[in-house]
């Protein structure tokens, strides 16, 4: 027996980005672990746990539908997510022109009145297309609203923007001014 890709992005993604201590893990301030010691913590939970090694995370970052996570040398780190406390460093980057975010219809008159805030998170997820957020947003409802994101207007009235991954866009917030309904 062999743990899936699918429930090791699950646990790995439970130890970059929400509970790093349980694991006995110390993101460092751009959130990197080293491999090894991620590992050594999956090992400890035991049965085909203890199978998983180096070859097993590359081949879910491979056969992963989104790029949550990525490896660089012999460190790992989740890209974007995080609800530890404190902040990941990202760097700025340009965002595309426009950019999507998927919600419940109910709470769009309050991110109409207040804009949208990171809640749990430690930033705001945005998508890069009305696919994508409309994927995200029917998480949370079988008929999602889209937020239509001028990110470039944002940008130049001084939001800083992160690149998640190729589908994903971060921000600590985006003011009301910025967004529409779609």
């Given at each position: 027996m062999t743990v899936g890709d699918q429930d090791l992005s699950r646990v790995v993604s439970h130890a970059l980005r929400h509970e790093p201590w349980l694991y006995e893990l110390e993101l460092d301030e751009e959130g990197w672990v080293p491999v090894g010691q991620l590992l050594t913590a999956l090992h400890e939970k035991g049965g085909a746990w203890q199978r998983v090694d180096r070859d097993a995370l590359a081949r879910m970052l491979v056969n992963a539908t989104k790029r949550r996570h990525e490896i660089d040398g012999e460190r790992i780190r989740a890209?974007?997510?995080?609800s530890v406390p404190g902040r990941?460093?990202?760097?700025?980057?340009?965002?595309p022109a426009v950019l999507f975010h998927g919600t419940a219809p109910e709470t769009w008159p309050e991110i109409e009145s207040s804009g949208l805030l990171p809640m749990a998170r430690q930033f705001?997820?945005?998508?890069?297309d009305r696919a994508v957020a409309l994927s995200v947003g029917r998480?949370?409802?079988e008929r999602p609203v889209i937020?239509?994101?001028?990110?470039?207007?944002a940008a130049s009235s001084g939001v800083v923007f992160y690149?998640?991954?190729d589908l994903v866009w971060l921000?600590?917030?985006v003011p009301s001014r910025f967004l529409e309904r779609g």
């Open positions: 890209l974007y997510g995080h990941v460093h990202k760097l700025p980057s340009e965002p705001v997820h945005l998508s890069v998480r949370k409802s937020v239509e994101v001028d990110a470039k207007a690149e998640g991954n921000a600590a917030s």
